[in-house]
């Protein structure tokens, strides 16, 4: 099946920091989700994103959809100690547009 | 809350016990998700049901595990015979149509420890 693979695995910032994660595949993805889960949570959907190229911000949140529609990134500027958590992209399966696929996350840690 | 509900939040089963999950969907969703994520792992499908129907299961092992959405009440994640990998956390989503590729919404997940 497709896999979605995300760097970097984990971070260590101060808060204030800003800070950048992406998620990179080896075949198309024509939807990229970035997703939040806070520890003992369900992932919350933070940016969809449905176009090659497409940059859209949430907040402090900015996510783009990668040119060859094979990558994305999540930007969060102006870091604060709530958004410690995983953060997950995850994109609608190419054969069933009903699954998920994830990737394995990046765990932001924020020291105050 | 009118999120969608997960119960019991954790549940400890001995080896060979069955544990049986439950899913109650958004008021006026008729599609559930099941998704299971090991620890330090990612989210993984295991089925999608709309009422009275399984439309997917690719992600579901073929022994011991099986989900129902009847149509009336919750949609439940049924494992026989636990084994010591079946400990994870067990997501639930719903949508009121198949709507994958718009992100669906998850539950706060059955957290599953066998001993």
């Known amino acids: 099946g497709q896999q979605l693979n995300q760097s970097p695995q984990s971070m260590f910032i101060q808060e204030g920091e800003d800070v950048s994660m992406n998620c990179t595949s080896s075949s198309i993805f024509n939807t990229w989700l970035w997703y939040k889960q806070d520890p003992g949570e369900g992932p919350v959907l933070l940016i969809a994103l449905y176009k090659a190229g497409e940059l859209t911000s949430n907040g402090r949140l900015t996510a783009q959809f990668g040119i060859t529609r094979k990558d994305s990134f999540l930007n969060i500027s102006a870091s604060i100690p709530s958004d410690v958590g995983i953060y997950f992209c995850a994109g609608p399966e190419e054969t069933s547009g009903s699954r998920l696929t994830f990737g394995e996350g990046t765990q932001l840690t924020v020291n105050p | 809350n009118a999120g969608v509900m997960q119960n019991p939040r954790h549940l400890v089963r001995r080896r060979g016990q069955e544990a049986r999950l439950r899913c109650s969907p958004m008021?006026?969703?008729?599609?559930v998700y099941w998704y299971r994520q090991l620890p330090e792992e990612g989210l993984k499908f295991m089925v999608y049901?709309?009422?009275?129907?399984?439309?997917?299961e690719s992600g579901m092992p073929k022994e011991r595990f099986s989900a129902e959405f009847p149509k009336e009440g919750p949609s439940i994640l049924r494992i026989q015979q636990v084994v010591r990998g079946d400990s994870a956390a067990y997501f639930c989503?719903?949508?009121?149509?198949?709507?994958?590729?718009?992100?669906?919404?998850f539950g706060s997940g059955t957290r599953l420890t066998v001993v």
């Open positions: 989503a719903s949508s009121d149509r198949d709507r994958a590729g718009r992100g669906y919404t």
């Open positions: 049901l709309q009422k009275e129907n399984i439309i997917d």
């Open positions: 008021k006026g969703h008729s599609h």
